[in-house]
C-alpha cells in the first residue's frame, strides 16, 4: 500500500457538470439527477443539454450531508451541495475509491461545508512491482459490493415484515383512523393507566448514584423496535423512589420533540423501568393486549401527532394524550393479532441478527483491506471488471435479490385453510398480485410457493395447512396462460421443473 494525497488520485470537475435546480426535477425522465441527498436517484430529466456523459465514472459527495455515491451513467447533477469527483484511472479504480471514501469518518460540521475536510484525506492505494495493483483493487471493490448487497437484501426483507404486519392488521382490524369497521373508539384513558414520566432533580447526585433502575428518555423509543432499547443512564434506589416507573407491556410514546414527526413514536417495556417527562406511558388493563397497543399506535402516528402543540416546541400533553380516541376491539381479537406479531417479531430478530453479523462482517473487511491486511489472492476477479475491460470502473455493487413480496387479502387463505377447493380461486388471485409486484424481475414457482407457505404460517400459525401435490401444477397452468395470453415472457429457460418468467406489459399499454 502506498498512501497518495486526495489530490493526487480525485480531481473536482463540478464546474464541468451543469446543475439543476430541485425546482425543475422531474419524477420521470430519460436522465438521472443524483444531488447531495441520502436517496440514490433526486429526480429526472429529459434535457440532454444538462447532462455529462463524459466524466465517468464519478463519485458523488454531498458537501453538507457527507453523502457519497458511486455513478457510472450520464448523469445531471443537483444544484445544492453537490460534488463530482473524478478518479485519475492510471492510478485507481473509481470504485475502489468510492468504497474506501465511505470508510473514512469525516468530521461532522452541521450543515456547513464538509468537502474541505474530505480533501484532507489520504487514500491508500496498492502497489505491485511498483504500480498500481489494478487486480487487488478491483478484488476489495468487489468483495464490499458483495457483502453491502447482502446488507441491503436483509434490509429489505425487514422491511418487508414490517409492510406484513401493517397489512395484516389493516385488514384484521380496517383502518384506525376511518374506523370502517365500527369498532369502540374510547378515549385513551380507557385503555389503562396513563402517566407521564419524571426526571429526579439532579442537584442530589444520590439519585442517580447506582444502578438499581434503568431511566428510559426517547431515544430508546426507536420506532422500528417492538421493545424499548437499554438505557445508558439509571437511577439509584433512592432515585427510584422519586421516579415514575411503569412495569412489563407498558407502551411508552415520545410525547415532546422538537420536531412533530417525533411525536407518538412508541415501544413496549419488557421489564420495570422509570421514564422522563418526555414520555406518556400506558399501562394496559386487563382488555387491552400490549402488541395490539403496539400496532395500533405505529398505524395511528400521523393521527395521534395531529393532536400535538403547533409551536417550536412540539408538546401533547397528559391531558390532551388521554382524550385521544382510537379503535378497541374484543381481546379476542387483540389476543390474534397478537400471534401474528410474535411470529413475525421472531423473524425479525433473527433477520437483524444477521444484518448486525453482516454489518460487522463489513466493517471488519474494509479496515483489513484498506490496510493491506487481506489475502485477496483467492478472490476471483469477474471478468467484467478485469483491469483491461472498459467496464473496469463502471461496475456496479452486486445489487440485492428482490426481497419478499407482499400476499394480501387473509380472508382468501383462511377460505383455502377450511375448503381445499379454495386454494385454485386463492392461488390464482395471488399469482395475479405477486407478478404485477415483480414487475420485470424473474418469476420463481418455487419462490412463489415459499412465500404462500411462509403467509400461511404467520398469519394463522395454529392452523395446519399444506398446499397439497397438486398446487405446482395448478401454479404452471396458470403461468402457461399467462404466456399464452401474452402477459408473461419466458426468459432464462432452463427446465419443466423450474419456469422463470418476467411481467411483459401490453404492447398498447406501454405505448399509451
Not at 436517484?41 to 465514472?57: E, F, H, I, Q, S
Not at 400490549?290 to 402543540?309: D, E, M, N, V
Not at 405477486?434 to 394463522?460: M, P, W
Request: aromatic residues 8%; proline residues 5%.
Amino acid at each position: 500500500m502506498k498512501s497518495h494525497r486526495f489530490s493526487e488520485v480525485v480531481t473536482d470537475v463540478t464546474a464541468q457538470f451543469t446543475k439543476i435546480k430541485a425546482s425543475d426535477y422531474q419524477r420521470q425522465g430519460q436522465y438521472k439527477i443524483i444531488d447531495q441527498g441520502k436517496g440514490p436517484v433526486a429526480g429526472y430529466t429529459d434535457d440532454v443539454r444538462l447532462v455529462n456523459g463524459k466524466l465517468l465514472p464519478v463519485v458523488v459527495f454531498g458537501d453538507h450531508t457527507r453523502a457519497l455515491k458511486y455513478v457510472d451513467e450520464p448523469i445531471a447533477l443537483g444544484a445544492d451541495g453537490a460534488k463530482a469527483l473524478w478518479v485519475n484511472p492510471d492510478l485507481a479504480s473509481a470504485r475502489y475509491v468510492y468504497y474506501y471514501l465511505r470508510s473514512v469518518q469525516i468530521k461532522e460540521a452541521g450543515y456547513s461545508r464538509h468537502f474541505k475536510f474530505l480533501k484532507e484525506v489520504e487514500i491508500p492505494i496498492p502497489f505491485k512491482d511498483g504500480a498500481p495493483d489494478f487486480d487487488d483493487q478491483i478484488r476489495i471493490a468487489h468483495l464490499l459490493g458483495k457483502v453491502e448487497g447482502l446488507i441491503a437484501q436483509r434490509k429489505q426483507h425487514l422491511q418487508q415484515l414490517d409492510d406484513l404486519l401493517k397489512s395484516v392488521f389493516l385488514e384484521m382490524f380496517g383502518d384506525p383512523v376511518r374506523n370502517e369497521k365500527r369498532w369502540d373508539k374510547p378515549a385513551l384513558k380507557a385503555f389503562g393507566k396513563i402517566s407521564t414520566g419524571n426526571t429526579p432533580p439532579r442537584n442530589d447526585p444520590a439519585n442517580y448514584d447506582g444502578d438499581f433502575i434503568e431511566w428510559i428518555k426517547t431515544d430508546n423509543i426507536t420506532g422500528d423496535a417492538v421493545f424499548v432499547t437499554p438505557a445508558i443512564e439509571h437511577l439509584s434506589e433512592v432515585g427510584a423512589k422519586k421516579a415514575r416507573t411503569v412495569t412489563n407491556g407498558a407502551l411508552l410514546v415520545a410525547c415532546i420533540a422538537g420536531s412533530v414527526e417525533s411525536i407518538g413514536r412508541a415501544s413496549l417495556t419488557d421489564r420495570t423501568l422509570s421514564f422522563n417527562q418526555q414520555i406518556n406511558a400506558i399501562q394496559p388493563g386487563e382488555d387491552v393486549n400490549p402488541l395490539y397497543l403496539y400496532g395500533l399506535f405505529k398505524l395511528s402516528r400521523a393521527y395521534i401527532q395531529r393532536h400535538a402543540t403547533k409551536g417550536m416546541k412540539k408538546i401533547l400533553t397528559k391531558g390532551d394524550f388521554e382524550k385521544i380516541k382510537l379503535i378497541k376491539p374484543p381481546i379476542e381479537i387483540q389476543n390474534d393479532f397478537a400471534v401474528v406479531v410474535e411470529k413475525i417479531e421472531g423473524i425479525k430478530s433473527r433477520y437483524q441478527q444477521t444484518l448486525s453479523d453482516l454489518e460487522a462482517l463489513y466493517a471488519a473487511l474494509s479496515h483489513a483491506a484498506f490496510k493491506g491486511g487481506l489475502d485477496l489472492s483467492r478472490v476471483r476477479v469477474p471478468e467484467s471488471l478485469a483491469p483491461n475491460s472498459n467496464e473496469m470502473n463502471s461496475a456496479q455493487s452486486l445489487q440485492p435479490e428482490a426481497a419478499a413480496l407482499l400476499l394480501y387479502e387473509t380472508k382468501i387463505l383462511l377460505a383455502a385453510i377450511d375448503d381445499r377447493e379454495k386454494i385454485k380461486p386463492m392461488l390464482n388471485h395471488w399469482l395475479g398480485t405477486y407478478t404485477e409486484q415483480l414487475g420485470e424481475k424473474a418469476f420463481s414457482i418455487d419462490e412463489f410457493i415459499r412465500e404462500v407457505k411462509t403467509r400461511a404460517e404467520v398469519t394463522f400459525p395454529d392452523r395446519e395447512f399444506d398446499l397439497g401435490a397438486d398446487a405446482y401444477d395448478l401454479i404452471k397452468a396458470w403461468v402457461f396462460d399467462a404466456l399464452r395470453a401474452g402477459r408473461l415472457e419466458q426468459v432464462y429457460p432452463n427446465s419443466d421443473d423450474d419456469i422463470r418468467v418476467a411481467l411483459r406489459k401490453p404492447r398498447a399499454a406501454a405505448e399509451g
